[in-house]
């Protein structure tokens, strides 16, 4: 199942050789392929649509000047994902005391799929962006990105041991604080 | 569905919306992202034959060296013959000289071919001539 959500998201192989050879419409068909994580993870980690599209943005145009160091889709994904990472983190360790309220009243940007519960939805992504940046992280790329805790703590640059203590107390403070927001007696892992 | 389903619903990953490579690529050139300007109504003339402003150039450098090697050997004629009038002036001051020292040679010489008158009593000693 994993694969083929993977191999659906898995743009084709043509458009970051054609983006290397210099073909001039090929980079922005990558970016297209490509925005959809760039933006998503971004915007998981910083809940501000505008911090989010900047963040994006500095993404892809660095991108634009490392392109001939990038080696095969699968050195692209983990590139993509590394960078904004630890952009994000940088962004949202300045803006830490700055932290947004009143998000709820904003309109809704993320897709939220049929049988998903709104309120469940917004709730927890709330609560995911009060973690501390790290956790989040961590956070945000397992659940986003379905990577397991090896893979994130090569894109964090982190101890895998690290990453699972990490995870482990950030669910076990969003299992706790979910149950409270949302009136569950016990939130099922 | 579980506490990690519900987590993966909460954070699935949203589109940036439209036109969102448009404005990476507008930042990557900014120089191609300006709309073009209409052209003039009115054409501009084409010049039948087109102005190079470079033609005259290569005729200028050719005078310029023509003039610079005209000058170089009208300096080295001069030069070389002042050199041979100082040389013709060199050699008539020796050539006076020497006539000049000539001449007194000779006028000495004059002087002792004049015949001495032998002093009686001392033969080893010969009276000079009495002009």
């Known amino acids: 199942m994993a694969r083929a959500a993977v191999s659906a998201t898995s743009p084709p192989p043509a458009a970051l050789e054609r983006a290397r050879r210099g073909e001039p419409d090929a980079f922005g068909d990558l970016v297209r392929e490509r925005q959809r994580l760039v933006f998503g993870l971004a915007l998981n980690l910083l809940r501000d649509r505008a911090l989010a599209e900047e963040v994006a943005q500095e993404v892809f145009l660095q991108l634009h000047r490392s392109l001939g160091g990038i080696e095969s889709e699968a050195h692209l994904t983990h590139w993509l994902r590394r960078v904004t990472s630890h952009r994000a983190i940088d962004v949202a360790r300045h803006r830490r005391h700055a932290e947004v309220s009143g998000l709820d009243e904003a309109p809704e940007p993320w897709v939220v799929r049929r049988d998903a519960d709104p309120l469940v939805c917004r709730t927890l992504r709330r609560l995911v962006a009060t973690l501390p940046p790290c956790p989040r992280t961590v956070v945000v790329l397992r659940f986003q990105e379905d990577l397991e805790p090896a893979e994130i703590a090569r894109v964090l640059d982190m101890p895998v041991n690290t990453v699972k203590s990490h995870l482990r107390r950030a669910l076990a403070v969003l299992r706790a604080r979910a149950g409270q927001a949302l009136g569950r007696a016990e939130v099922t892992s | ?131």
């Open chain 2, 1 to 131: 569905m579980t506490f990690d389903d519900e987590l993966r619903d909460a954070l699935r990953p949203s589109d940036p919306g439209p036109r969102f490579a448009e404005r990476v690529l507008a930042r990557l050139e900014p120089v191609a992202a300006v709309v073009p300007v209409e052209p003039a109504v009115v054409p501009a003339p084409v010049r039948e034959h087109p102005r190079r402003p470079f033609r005259w150039v290569p005729l200028g450098l050719a005078a310029s060296v023509t003039v610079a090697t005209a000058a170089g050997v009208v300096f080295l004629e001069a030069q070389r013959r002042a050199e041979g009038e100082r040389a013709r002036h060199q050699v008539i001051v020796a050539l006076r000289l020497t006539s000049g020292e000539l001449n007194e040679i000779g006028r000495r010489l004059d002087t002792r071919a004049t015949p001495t008158e032998t002093v009686p009593g001392d033969p080893g000693r010969s009276e000079e001539r009495v002009p």
